[in-house]
């Protein structure tokens, strides 16, 4: 099956790089959803949210033929860069400020265990990343799911390094909260 998704992914990235404008639909199709899955976790303000998926979406298309296919999911995963890098550019510009504070604030102590997610539906904590103050979601963001080291993160956020490692702990600390709240609060209707 790998194979078959593999080798449609790439008949699919050649169609693009053609100009076959039937390719645009179908990369539309198989991957808007995601890609905008993907940059609504940085970007919360929906009308913001929309402006940058467009502008990373030209982005792709623009930049389709320095595409090489690497085998399944390449693709996917080069236009998910495109679409990370689009909202970090967006955010260095738009809350720059923000990002900035990144670099003052003093390291915190280890946090505590971390609570069990597991009874926790993935739309409520998806939300709680989302109500994460900027800096904290974005560092969460990018440690958690675009899997980046912290030398990676400070270097996309322009932050020093041990900014980063303090972002992500503050950021576990007050999701651990929300999820000990939410779970508590869960108990207590029953």
């Not at 890098?85 to 955010?91: A, G, I, K, R, T």
């Not at 041990?162 to 950021?171: E, G, I, T, Y």
Request: charged residues 25%; aromatic residues 10%; negative net charge.
């Amino acid at each position: 099956m790998r194979f078959f998704i593999g080798n449609k992914e790439e008949r699919l990235a050649g169609r693009l790089q053609g100009g076959d404008s039937g390719a645009l639909k179908d990369f539309y199709t198989l991957y808007a959803d995601y890609l905008a899955a993907v940059c609504a976790r940085y970007i919360t303000d929906d009308n913001d949210m929309k402006d940058v998926f467009q502008d990373a979406f030209v982005q792709i298309i623009s930049h389709i033929k320095d595409f090489k296919y690497r085998g399944a999911g390449s693709l996917q995963a080069w236009a998910t860069r495109i679409v990370v890098n689009q909202s970090l550019q967006f955010l260095r510009q738009r809350h720059r400020h923000e990002l900035l504070l990144l670099q003052e604030m003093p390291d915190v102590a280890d946090e505590e265990d971390d609570p069990p997610v597991s009874d926790i539906p993935p739309e409520v904590f998806q939300q709680m990343v989302m109500d994460l103050p900027i800096g904290y979601r974005t560092v969460f963001n990018l440690y958690v799911f675009e899997d980046k080291s912290h030398q990676e993160i400070a270097h996309l956020l322009g932050i020093k390094k041990d900014s980063s490692c303090s972002q992500l702990s503050r950021a576990k600390s007050l999701l651990a909260k929300k999820i000990t709240a939410y779970l508590n609060s869960k108990q207590h209707q029953r």
